[in-house]
């Protein structure tokens, strides 16, 4: 049973940056896959950024050259670093862990993206 949880959601101007963090329960050295979702109001949870066990990563189209994922294996800590956002941002972003066969969310953290 893995445990996730998020911080650094809060509320910032357009055009600022967050970096959100996800700590795991475990070590994250043997999980397949950790990633960043978000729900906006009244929609479906979307991937945001994920990053492999071997390191590759992959990001949702419309955060590309602003959002980088990135992990730290001491601290068992994975991080969404959000750069230029932008109001359409906006959303609960929830931390996710893929270990076979089961996937684990955390409690999600809220970004709020307005002047």
């Known amino acids: 049973q893995v445990q996730l949880v998020e911080s650094g959601g809060g509320l910032v101007q357009p055009g600022g940056s967050l970096r959100l963090s996800c700590a795991a329960s475990?070590?994250?050295?043997?999980?397949?896959?950790m990633g960043w979702y978000r729900q906006a109001p009244g929609k479906q949870r979307d991937m945001v950024a994920t990053i492999y066990s071997g390191g590759s990563t992959n990001y949702a189209d419309s955060v590309k050259g602003r959002f980088t994922i990135s992990r730290d294996y001491d601290k068992n800590t994975v991080y969404l670093q959000m750069n230029s956002l932008k109001p359409e941002d906006t959303a609960v972003y929830y931390c996710?862990?893929?270990?076979?066969?089961?996937?684990?969310w955390g409690q999600g953290t809220q970004v709020t993206v307005s002047s």
């Open positions: 996710n862990a893929y270990v076979p066969p089961r996937q684990y």
């Open positions: 475990e070590s994250i050295f043997s999980i397949n896959y």
